[in-house]
C-alpha cells in the first residue's frame, strides 16, 4: 500500500514537473509577444522581416541583416561540424574500443562545459588574427572579425553536443542488425554504412537539427569574435551582426527611444520561435526512430 502511494506520488510530481516545463517555454513566449506587439502593431511584419535598415532613433528596425547575419555563422558552424562530429561518433560508437570510449567521454563532457566567453576570448586572442592574415593573403582586407570567426567558435562548441547525439543514436541500432549483415559476409564498412547509417539515419538527423538550434541561439562566443556590424555580410571574410548579439549588445541601452525595447523583444521572440520549432522537429524524429527500432 505504502509503495503504491509513493508510486502515485512519483507520477504526480513528474507530471507537475513536465507540466511546469511546457508552461513556462508558453510564458516566455507569451511575455516576450506582449512586450514585442507594438513593434509588431505598428510596423508590416514583411517590412521588419525584409528590410536592411536599422536606424532605431528614426524609427526604423530592418531585421533582414541580423537574420542574414545569423544564418550566415550558425550555416558555416554546422557545414564545419556536421562532417567532424558524424566520423567522431562512427569512430567512438563502431570502430573504437571500449577503453578509448571511457576516455573520450569526459573530454567531450569537459570541452561542452567550458563556458562561452572562455572560446570568445580564444576566437579574439587566436582567430581573428588568424582569420586577418588569410583575408590578407587572398587580396580581401578584413579585420578579422568576421563571420568566419564566428561560425570556425561556434563550430568547436557544437562538436561535442552534437557528437553525444550521435553517438547516442549509433549505440541504438541493435547489435543483431550488425550481426546478421556480418553472417551474410558483410565487411564492417558494410555494416556501418548500409546497416548502421541507414537505421539510425533519422536520429543522425535530429543530432544535427538539435546542434543547429543550439549554434542559432550562443550568444557571448559568437559576440566577441563576429564583428557586431548592421549589414548584410557578402563572404565568410565580412563582419556580421546575429539576433543574439544584438540583444546581448543593446538591452538596457538606448531605451529611451521609441519602440527600441520591442524591437529587441521581437528579436528574442524570433530566437525563442525557431528554437522550439527545431527542438520539437527533433524530437518527433527522434521518436520516429524509436518506434523503428523497436
Known amino acids: ?21 511546457v508552461a513556462l517555454v508558453l510564458g516566455i513566449g507569451v511575455a516576450l509577444l506582449l512586450k514585442a506587439w507594438p513593434i509588431v ?14 536606424r532605431p532613433a528614426a524609427g526604423e528596425f530592418g531585421f533582414y541583416p541580423f537574420l542574414v547575419g ?23 560508437a563502431e570502430y573504437a574500443p571500449a577503453r578509448l570510449r571511457f576516455f573520450a567521454k569526459p573530454v567531450l563532457d569537459l570541452l561542452a562545459a567550458i563556458p562561452s566567453v572562455v572560446f570568445g576570448l580564444w576566437g579574439v586572442l587566436a582567430l581573428v588574427p588568424l582569420v586577418r592574415k588569410l583575408g590578407a593573403s587572398v587580396g580581401s582586407p578584413t579585420t578579422g572579425y568576421s563571420v568566419l570567426a564566428g561560425g570556425a567558435v561556434l563550430a568547436i562548441m557544437v562538436l561535442p553536443f552534437t557528437i ?21 559476409g558483410a565487411t564492417k564498412w558494410q555494416t556501418t554504412k548500409h546497416v548502421v547509417l541507414r537505421a539510425a539515419y533519422p536520429g543522425m538527423l535530429s543530432a544535427v537539427v538539435l546542434g543547429f538550434s543550439r549554434a542559432f541561439g550562443e550568444t557571448m562566443a559568437v559576440l566577441m569574435v563576429v564583428g557586431n556590424v548592421p549589414a548584410v555580410p ?59 527500432l523497436a
Request: aromatic share 6%.
Open 1 to 21: 500500500m505504502v509503495r503504491q502511494l509513493w508510486d502515485r506520488l512519483a507520477a504526480l510530481v513528474a507530471a507537475a514537473a513536465s507540466v511546469a516545463c
Open 41 to 54: 502593431a505598428s510596423h508590416h511584419l514583411g517590412r521588419l522581416l525584409l528590410s536592411s535598415s536599422w
Open 70 to 92: 545569423t544564418m550566415w555563422v550558425s550555416g558555416l558552424a554546422m557545414a564545419v561540424s556536421i562532417p567532424v562530429s558524424l566520423l567522431t561518433a562512427l569512430g567512438l
Open 164 to 184: 553525444a547525439v550521435m553517438q547516442a543514436v549509433l549505440r541504438k541500432v541493435p547489435l543483431e542488425a550488425r550481426e546478421a549483415s556480418f553472417a551474410l
Open 234 to 292: 557578402r563572404s565568410v571574410l565580412d563582419p556580421a551582426y546575429p539576433l543574439p548579439a544584438l540583444i546581448a549588445n543593446n538591452y538596457g541601452e538606448m531605451m529611451s527611444v521609441p519602440l527600441y525595447d520591442s524591437a529587441l523583444m521581437f528579436a528574442a521572440l524570433i530566437l525563442l520561435a525557431a528554437v522550439v520549432i527545431f527542438n520539437i522537429t527533433a524530437v518527433t524524429v527522434l521518436r520516429g526512430l524509436d518506434r523503428r
